[in-house]
């Protein structure tokens, strides 16, 4: 808290901290605008949307498809390992036979 009783040169220089100040957030959140409206156009051209709302839905439904076809590919995996385990066990018997 600053004191009630502040010279002149005091308060000058208090002044100068937060004209300093004022300049740094402004220009952050100028930054910040420049970055938002980049990132809104990059979104409008990748995904045709630069709403928030969309995107999360657009995201959810990728995030849902992307589980539906790893599910799938883990699948098709399973089958092709119980294949080559049931053609190993059917030329593991045919050895047997021929021993």
């Known amino acids: 808290m600053p004191d009630s009783n502040q010279t002149i ?3 000058k220089k208090r002044f100068e901290e937060l004209s300093l100040q004022k300049v740094k957030y ?3 959140r100028d930054a910040a605008a420049s970055e938002l409206a980049d990132l809104k156009q990059q ?3 990748l995904y ?3 709403d928030v709302a969309q995107l999360e839905k657009m995201l959810s439904e ?3 498809d992307n ?3 790893r599910s799938e590919y883990q699948a098709s995996l399973d089958e092709i390992d119980s294949n080559l385990q049931a053609v ?3 030329f593991n ?3 047997e036979t021929e021993a």
Do not use: I, R
Request: hydrophobic share 25%.
């Open 93 to 95: 018997a045919a050895q």
């Open 9 to 11: 040169e005091q308060l």
């Open 67 to 69: 589980e539906k076809k």
């Open 62 to 64: 990728m995030k849902t």
């Open 43 to 45: 979104a409008l051209e």
């Open 88 to 90: 190993q066990e059917s």
């Open 48 to 50: 045709g949307s630069d």
């Open 26 to 28: 402004e220009t952050q």
